[in-house]
């Protein structure tokens, strides 16, 4: 069982940056996949950035790509996103997700791949 509780979001201009977090319980986290995940009102839940165990590999949405960063701290057993550059179309509510099911080089884009998710925190960005 995975518990996962995401932190950081708030109101931000645009141009300007927010770092999550995604705190993790559970003795799985360091052999989880992770990603984050976000949903416009009115819009499908769209992958943003995924991560596998060690961090060495990563994986970004097109539009995020050089703008946002994820990573991940296996002894606080957290997930981050830093947000740099942040847009209007970023607006969003922000979902952290894990698969403990996966082995160490997986990464996963697609939601029905996570079988735990948080509740997730807004994201506003002001333009």
């Known amino acids: 069982q995975v518990h996962l509780v995401e932190s950081g979001g708030g109101l931000v201009q645009a141009g300007g940056s927010l770092r999550l977090s995604c705190a993790a319980s559970?003795?799985?986290?360091?052999?989880?996949?992770m990603g984050w995940f976000r949903q416009a009102p009115g819009k499908e839940r769209d992958f943003v950035a995924g991560i596998n165990w060690s961090g060495g590999r990563t994986a970004y949405a097109d539009s995020v790509k050089g703008r946002f960063t994820i990573s991940r701290d296996n002894v606080k057993n957290t997930v981050y996103l830093q947000m740099n550059s942040l847009k209007s179309g970023d607006t969003a509510v922000y979902y952290c997700?894990?698969?403990?099911?996966?082995?160490?080089?997986?990464?996963?884009?697609?939601?029905?791949?996570?079988?735990?998710w948080g509740q997730g925190t807004q994201v506003t960005v002001s333009s």
């Open positions: 997700a894990a698969q403990p099911r996966s082995t160490i080089g997986d990464l996963y884009t697609q939601t029905q791949a996570y079988d735990y």
């Open positions: 559970g003795r799985t986290f360091s052999m989880s996949a």
